[in-house]
């Protein structure tokens, strides 16, 4: 009985891992994560001259589905200074997204 009720849990959660739809907050993160890596090349080419619109353009193209897209519209002059600074210094995607409270 016991072993059943642990396979059948075991079933369950794994079912839901991949069924589910990623939250909000998940979103949010996976595309933050796109949109750095994606601004890499860029940044590292042009510098401080990226133009917020460009990153906001970016994010979009990158946001894995409609509802991701509110965050992109939340990315103001100081995050994409932060962004900017830090691909500078080579810190990868996603630390900085943690450091925007992304992920």
Do not use: N
């Amino acid at each position: 009985m016991f072993r059943t009720s642990l396979v059948l849990l075991l079933v369950a959660s794994t079912v839901y891992t991949f069924v589910a739809p990623p939250s909000k907050a998940s979103l949010a993160c996976l595309t933050c994560i796109a949109t750095v890596k994606g601004l890499e090349p860029k940044v590292l080419a042009e510098g401080d001259s990226v133009a917020e619109h460009e990153v906001k353009a970016l994010c979009l193209k990158e946001a894995p589905t409609p509802a991701a897209e509110q965050s992109c519209e939340e990315y103001g002059d100081e995050e994409i200074g932060v962004i900017i600074d830090l691909i500078k210094k080579d810190v990868p995607p996603k630390t900085i997204c943690q450091q925007l409270k992304k992920c």
